[in-house]
């Protein structure tokens, strides 16, 4: 719109409402405005409606309950991500000689700390743990890998491959789509013999935390590593035939 | 120690004025408050762990809003309402034409919440999102690209054509009773 005759278009009117127009155009169009009683109307009436909108902030208040339930996470969430010991100014010998001790057992329990398996393993495993335990089917249930691929297409920033062939007695049971280290990721569940296996497949910079391979409360994790992505396998199967599945799937990225 | 401290009461002080907003804006998504507390909270949890990666002084209500959309778009509740596919052309339902009627005709009799609400509902996820974060949640057009990974254009386009259908809902809507 460059012209005072010309009527603003809706995506300038809504601009100009919600203060995003330069100075420059919100000028030509208050001018314009000023002397065409049909915009002059519309932009009383996109005002009130923008108001009415915004009095939808009343619809989903959160109580006073919810908000106090929300601030104790980010309080438990903090304590879990820092657990040192918080010091204080003028304590006494006593105190301070406790202190000491205490920051001895720290220490140990930090190096303990460092010698497990790293907090990317634990999410994985409680995603594991979570697909055993709820019972509820995957989002896609099939064996078939031309179903299974072409659904995550467009929920995921990189693509990956199924394999023609698997390990043998080894059966694709379906796919999901989940979240790791703050990132999308497609969770394939694999059957060998009977036992569950949860494949889970991201970004290579989302799993550089992962080791290659451990074990974790007797489930064992296998990672492989692809130019592109980062494939992390964890299942209370035996470990070698867990290696043979996550070598077949990086065979084929 | 001191510095991990230190973020922490970072963090606190960033998101716990926004919680309000993360829960009203995860209710809008899920339509489930107990749902909606969840995604929250997980959202909170991803947040403080990614947050040494976060920059101080940059947008924190547009990064953490990004990051509790991408909770709810991973939930079973959020991969389901993903399954439905919607072109941009048709966001608006395709319904909107111009009935030559003028803006004293179209007025809109805007008191009715009841009615407000349910054109509010009646808009596709992708309308009533950009919608809610510019109207309820205050945000810039730039916020709300980086919230939903849109590019600006797509952000004022969806915005216009939210409020347009809506005027044709709530027109309809009194239109009848009238």
Not at chain 1, 165 to 180: I, N, R, S
Request: one cysteine or more.
């Amino acid at each position: 719109m460059t012209q005072n005759h010309e009527h603003p278009s809706p995506v300038m009117i809504s601009g100009f409402l919600d203060g995003e127009l330069s100075d420059a155009e919100a000028q030509v169009l208050e001018r314009h405005a000023a002397t065409c009683h049909t915009c002059a109307m519309r932009l009383v009436e996109g005002m009130r409606l923008k108001a009415a909108t915004s009095s939808a902030e009343s619809r989903y208040e959160a109580s006073a309950e919810v908000l106090t339930r929300l601030r104790s996470g980010i309080v438990a969430a903090n304590k879990r991500e820092n657990p040192g010991a918080r010091l204080r100014r003028g304590w006494s010998p006593l105190v301070w000689s406790t202190l000491t001790v205490c920051l001895v057992l720290v220490a140990f329990a930090a190096w303990q700390q460092v010698r497990r398996p790293d907090t990317l393993s634990a999410e994985l495993l409680d995603a594991h743990l979570a697909t055993l335990s709820n019972g509820a089917d995957p989002e896609v249930i099939s064996t078939d890998k031309h179903t299974v691929k072409p659904w995550f297409q467009g929920k995921l920033p990189f693509s990956f491959n199924v394999p023609d062939a698997l390990p043998p007695d080894t059966q694709l049971k379906g796919a999901d789509l989940t979240f790791v280290n703050g990132r999308p990721a497609a969770l394939l569940l694999f059957l060998i013999h009977k036992h569950e296996v949860s494949v889970f497949v991201m970004s290579r910079d989302a799993g550089e935390l992962m080791r290659q391979s451990g074990t974790r409360a007797g489930f064992s994790f296998q990672a492989e590593t692809t130019p592109e992505l980062r494939l992390v396998g964890v299942s209370d199967v035996n470990p070698v035939e867990l290696g043979e599945l996550m070598k077949a799937l990086a065979r084929v990225q | 120690m001191v510095f991990k401290r230190n973020r922490s009461a970072e963090f606190e002080q960033e998101a716990v004025p926004l919680l309000p907003a993360l829960y009203r804006h995860a209710c809008w998504l899920t339509r489930d408050k107990a749902e909606a507390e969840d995604i929250v909270q997980e959202a909170l949890t991803k947040a403080l762990r990614g947050f040494d990666s976060f920059q101080s002084g940059s947008n924190f209500k547009a990064w953490i809003f990004r990051i509790l959309r991408n909770v709810f778009l991973t939930s079973r509740t959020g991969v389901a309402a993903t399954q439905t596919i919607y072109l941009e052309e048709h966001l608006d339902g395709g319904e909107l034409t111009d009935a030559g009627h003028s803006p004293e005709e179209e007025l809109l009799r805007l008191d009715d919440s009841a009615a407000l609400h349910a054109a509010l509902d009646a808009l596709s996820p992708p309308l009533r999102d950009v919608l809610l974060l510019c109207d309820v949640e205050g945000m810039r057009y730039r916020e709300i690209a980086a919230v939903m990974q849109l590019p600006i254009g797509t952000v004022m386009s969806r915005i216009s054509r939210a409020r347009a259908t809506l005027r044709m809902s709530l027109n309809g809507h009194f239109g009848e009773a009238a």
